[in-house]
């Protein structure tokens, strides 16, 4: 983001004023670089090899700190209230970052940005971050990839969950972007260097060999970056190359403050007062409130991102904030309220619950159901990701959960199958049937729209607890130490990723695992992932058969899938999706720089805790 602004020599129109008014830094100030950038090194260049699991970790922690929204507008109005000129203060500057559900450049986690100005209402710069984590010199290193011609996500937040664009967004990036076609470029030499200096603060910093050119000044660019969970400092500092000559710095950094949310391009308003868990969450089992009762009686989690107040705020007191009764009895929510969000949860390991009013959605005449309410968890799904980009995807979720009742006439068996398609719409298809074999089965189809909070309406609200604390499994070993703690585990599985491609239309699959053996010696575990299908025969009775694959996940981190299916079925999972007998897979490992090969990925596991 900021890199690329000092790579392209100030050519926005809003830094090009500045060239000819930076004031030469003072020797104080100099010094106090030159110390941070010696220990800095001292760091970097510490002779211990850092383990795979303390990158790993350092890697997951900077991967949930750096998504989300960030603006210096606070910053730009008090030097702007404080009279200073335009040559002397920062120009306003708003950036999104978003985390890639896959690596996308053979790294270990990927970020797309686009950077705003307050005269724009299309990024004038967008691209990618590439972090990867080099064990050997205890660094995670990041490469920025810069869009060509001024390409970007349309609506990259509509698209994404928690700052979070999904697999299908990728692919449609991939595509739309021309990124297989040179549509990207990089300056290597001016890879930042990152190092986690506390629990959630991390530096970055560019290496020496990092040129530009300013005016007529060969000059070398020196940058750095301070994450931290509720903002990001940019430096920057301009030598000479003929002698060492320092010749730009403004004398404070940017103080990028994470925002809430997005605002809509080109729309920055001085003070922000709504956190991001304000406005996207709402309690599942209570009706949509207003953003002003959000706002008052919201509690927060240890994870939400704190608003931007004013110091002269009398209302607003640290610690004296009351919670009403009825919200200490229930739990918040996230509300999923797209295709995308919905797909980017169940994709990343998240336990999604439902709640289906039917009631609220289009009932078939002379059609009568004594149960319009129901819910639960997703235990398994199936995401089918078809050709075409854009509006042409025909993409669709589909998940089912069963249910015994003692009826009337002793137990009957209901089996719910719902299915969320790409524009939103919900079809739900109901079952019974009866204990008594001559009884006939019954069936019923409706159709529903999923619940938006923001609009009020929709008979199927998907939601995820934002507490819950997401890991990814990348080993073996971690996979053996993650069942020893009894944690719960969820796997995700491409089959197109197993067969090394990532453009086919795919199959994914994904369930929790409940049950595992150790096998080989201890050298395997084998697990099985689920699929229930319902058949109808001839006679009108319904038969329930268990379908899915078998796997078995290997010490080298191999990942073989068996598919297991009644094949003589026409609703096999075989013949309905074309699959094979089996899958040779690869567990997703974001440890180290990898091969280009789109099976890496294939298979993903996750635990909470």
């Not at 602004?5 to 060239?19: E, L, N, P």
């Not at 903002?231 to 710095?249: A, M, N, P, R, V």
């Not at 002269?312 to 929510?333: A, I, M, V």
């Amino acid at each position: 983001m900021y890199l690329n602004i000092v790579q392209s020599a100030w050519s926005h129109s809003a830094a090009k004023g500045k060239r000819s008014n930076f004031s030469i830094i003072s020797r104080f100030a100099i010094q106090r670089l030159a110390n941070v950038l010696i220990h800095f090194s001292l760091l970097t260049l510490s002779p211990g090899r850092a383990s795979r699991e303390s990158m790993m970790q350092d890697l997951q922690t900077l991967a949930t700190l750096l998504p989300g929204c960030y603006s210096n507008v606070e910053q730009y109005y008090k030097h702007v209230k404080r009279g200073l000129p335009p040559e002397k203060r920062h120009f306003m500057l708003k950036a999104e970052i978003y985390k890639m559900a896959n690596p996308m450049f053979n790294d270990s986690v990927t970020f797309y940005f686009q950077d705003f100005t307050r005269s724009t209402s299309e990024p004038f710069r967008s691209g990618f971050y590439s972090f990867s984590a080099e064990t050997k010199m205890n660094i995670v290193k990041m490469k920025t990839f810069q869009l060509k011609n001024n390409a970007f996500i349309a609506n990259a937040f509509q698209k994404s969950w928690n700052f979070t664009l999904g697999s299908d967004v990728t692919a449609e990036v991939i595509s739309s972007l021309g990124l297989d076609n040179g549509g990207l470029r990089t300056y290597g030499a001016c890879d930042m260097f990152w190092k986690r200096m506390g629990d959630n603060t991390f530096i970055g910093i560019t290496g020496p060999l990092c040129l530009g050119t300013l005016g007529t000044d060969q000059v070398r660019i020196g940058v750095s970056m301070t994450l931290t969970p509720d903002k990001l400092l940019l430096t920057d500092s301009w030598y000479k190359l003929t002698d060492g000559t320092q010749i730009t710095e403004l004398k404070v950094p940017y103080i990028l403050q994470k925002l809430a949310l997005p605002s809509k391009p080109g729309a920055m308003t001085e003070k922000s007062t709504t956190s991001l868990q304000d406005q996207m969450s709402n309690d599942i089992d209570t009706p949509t409130e207003t953003k002003q009762s959000l706002q008052q009686n919201n509690p927060r989690h240890e994870n939400s991102y704190k608003p931007l107040r004013s110091k002269t705020d009398k209302t607003y007191k640290p610690g004296k904030q009351k919670r009403s009764h009825s919200e200490k009895r229930t739990t918040q929510h996230r509300i999923l309220r797209n295709f995308q969000q919905v797909a980017a949860a169940l994709t990343s390991g998240h336990d999604v619950y439902f709640r289906v009013e039917l009631s609220a959605c289009t009932i078939p005449q002379q059609v009568k159901v004594d149960r319009l309410s129901f819910g639960g968890m997703i235990k398994n799904f199936v995401f089918v990701r078809q050709d075409g980009y854009r509006n042409g995807r025909k993409d669709y979720i589909y998940f089912l959960s069963h249910k015994t009742v003692m009826g009337n006439q002793g137990p009957e068996f209901i089996s719910r199958q719902l299915t969320l398609l790409r524009e939103g719409r919900v079809k739900v298809e109901i079952t019974k049937r009866f204990s008594e074999p001559t009884k006939v089965k019954q069936g019923y189809a409706f159709e529903c729209k999923l619940y938006d909070d923001q609009k009020g309406y929709g008979g199927v609200k998907l939601a995820l607890d934002p507490t819950s604390h997401i890991q990814t499994i990348n080993s073996f070993h971690n996979l053996a130490s993650s069942v020893g703690h009894g944690r719960d585990l969820h796997i995700v599985a491409d089959l197109a990723r197993c067969q090394g491609s990532r453009k086919r239309p795919a199959v994914v699959m994904g369930s929790q695992i409940t049950n595992y053996d150790f096998v080989n010696n201890g050298k395997t575990v084998e697990i099985f992932i689920p699929f229930v299908q319902m058949m109808t025969s001839t006679s009108d009775e319904t038969k329930t058969s268990v379908q899915g694959f078998m796997g078995q996940i290997l010490k080298n981190s191999d990942v073989i899938l068996t598919l297991i299916t009644n094949s003589q079925s026409t609703n096999s999972l075989d013949n309905v999706f074309n699959l094979s007998s089996a899958y040779q897979c690869t567990l997703s490992n974001r440890n180290e720089v990898l091969t280009n090969d789109v099976n890496e990925h294939s298979v993903k596991l996750f635990y909470s805790k």
